[in-house]
């Protein structure tokens, strides 16, 4: 059973920054690739970033090009996103979401794991 959880959310105001954690534990990949996903009340869930475990490729929404910053550690299994300049429409519930494979996607469908999602706030 694999399980992601999130952490580093919060409450910040504009111009501020925070970084989420998401630890992926149980069963190992050797060959899987990562992603940050939010949801903003009333709206869907949009793709914002991904990463590939082995070629470190990373892939930004438009929206978030330039403010943040996805990485990862292999050895802590652990995916992080540095989100900087904050503004208040990135205010929505972040999850991390995990997929066999080695290559990235911006499909919601195409991830098997999920954390269970972690609130960011920013203030105007």
């Known amino acids: 059973q694999v399980q992601l959880v999130e952490s580093g959310g919060g409450l910040v105001q504009a111009g501020g920054s925070l970084k989420l954690s998401c630890v992926v534990s149980?069963?190992?990949?050797?060959?899987?690739?990562a992603a940050w996903f939010r949801q903003a009340p009333g709206e869907e869930r949009k793709f914002v970033a991904a990463?590939?475990?082995?070629?470190?490729?990373?892939v930004y929404a438009e929206s978030v090009k330039g403010r943040f910053t996805i990485s990862g550690d292999n050895a802590k299994n652990t995916v992080y996103l540095q989100m900087n300049s904050l503004k208040p429409e990135d205010t929505a519930v972040y999850y991390c979401?995990?997929?066999?494979?080695?290559?990235?996607?911006?499909?919601?469908?195409?991830?098997?794991?999920w954390g269970q999602g972690t609130q960011v706030t920013v203030s105007s």
């Open positions: 979401a995990v997929r066999y494979g080695s290559s990235w996607s911006s499909k919601i469908y195409e991830y098997a794991y």
């Open positions: 990463i590939t475990w082995s070629g470190g490729t990373t």
């Open positions: 149980g069963r190992t990949f050797s060959n899987y690739a």
